[in-house]
């Protein structure tokens, strides 16, 4: 098992930045990948980014790009997601996620272990 608990979510006014961190425990040996999703009231959950868990390169949802960076604290356990130049419709609970089946995927159903989420909220 792999547990995994969001933290540094909060409001920020649009055009601010904030950064949300997701610390891994238990099995993370057997992590492949970590995903950030996020999901707004009404709305499916998408995925933001995801980094492989040991090397290899980031990649992120069209949405997001150049503006959020997802990085990884191996020492630490942690991946963080610096998200830049936030938009209202950015505003979602953020959601981290680990995968011990996959590497490259952006679908919900590909990860295996979920955090409880943390509330972003931009004003505008």
């Known amino acids: 098992q792999v547990q995994l608990v969001e933290s540094g979510g909060g409001l920020v006014q649009a055009g601010g930045s904030l950064r949300v961190s997701c610390a891994a425990s238990?099995?993370?040996?057997?992590?492949?990948?970590m995903g950030w999703f996020r999901q707004a009231p009404g709305k499916e959950r998408e995925f933001v980014a995801a980094?492989?868990?040991?090397?290899?390169?980031?990649y992120y949802a069209d949405s997001v790009k150049g503006r959020f960076t997802i990085s990884r604290d191996n020492a630490k356990n942690t991946v963080y997601l610096q998200m830049s130049s936030l938009k209202p419709e950015d505003a979602a609970v953020y959601y981290c996620?680990?995968?011990?089946?996959?590497?490259?995927?952006?679908?919900?159903?590909?990860?295996?272990?979920w955090g409880q989420g943390t509330q972003v909220t931009v004003s505008s």
């Open positions: 980094i492989p868990w040991n090397g290899g390169r980031p």
């Open positions: 238990g099995r993370t040996f057997s992590i492949n990948a």
């Open positions: 996620a680990a995968t011990y089946t996959s590497y490259y995927d952006t679908r919900p159903a590909a990860y295996n272990y």
